[in-house]
């Protein structure tokens, strides 16, 4: 089973630890086991919003302006996708590219 970590706690009876299957950076690491350019740094999560059972949302931004983040996170016909999004089981999923990254103005 896989969760995550969402707080440690000291309580009387010894360490408390807090599991989230729930929580949106859950979402957010699995994505980035199945994705290697985020876990390299090439992309990057902006935001993730999830409703459970409902709904999930990724917004995704490219640091390589030769990589289109969506169609890196999406894969060959959605491979990357189909193998961790059906765990969620929300009905409406969306990926798209985050906020533009502003540029230091000269």
Same mark, same amino acid.
């Given at each position: 089973?896989?969760?995550?970590?969402?707080?440690?706690?000291?309580?009387?009876?010894?360490?408390?630890?807090?599991?989230?299957?729930?929580?949106?950076?859950?979402?957010?690491?699995?994505?980035?086991?199945? +994705?290697?350019?985020?876990?390299?740094? #090439?992309?990057?999560i902006?935001?993730?919003?999830?409703?459970? @059972? $409902? !709904?999930?949302?990724?917004? +995704?931004?490219s640091?390589?302006?030769? #990589?289109?983040?969506?169609?890196?996170?999406?894969?060959?016909? @959605? $491979? !990357?996708?189909?193998?961790?999004?059906?765990?969620?089981?929300?009905?409406?999923?969306?990926?798209?590219?985050g906020?533009?990254?502003?540029?230091?103005?000269?």
């Amino acid at each position: 089973m896989r969760a995550y970590i969402h707080d440690v706690r000291q309580e009387q009876r010894g360490p408390q630890i807090f599991l989230s299957r729930t929580h949106p950076q859950f979402m957010a690491k699995l994505f980035a086991q199945e +994705v290697p350019e985020i876990y390299d740094n #090439i992309i990057e999560i902006k935001s993730v919003a999830r409703d459970p @059972g $409902s !709904r999930a949302k990724i917004a +995704v931004i490219s640091r390589d302006s030769g #990589i289109d983040p969506v169609g890196a996170c999406v894969g060959m016909r @959605g $491979s !990357r996708v189909q193998r961790w999004w059906p765990n969620y089981k929300a009905k409406k999923s969306t990926l798209s590219n985050g906020p533009p990254t502003r540029q230091p103005s000269s």
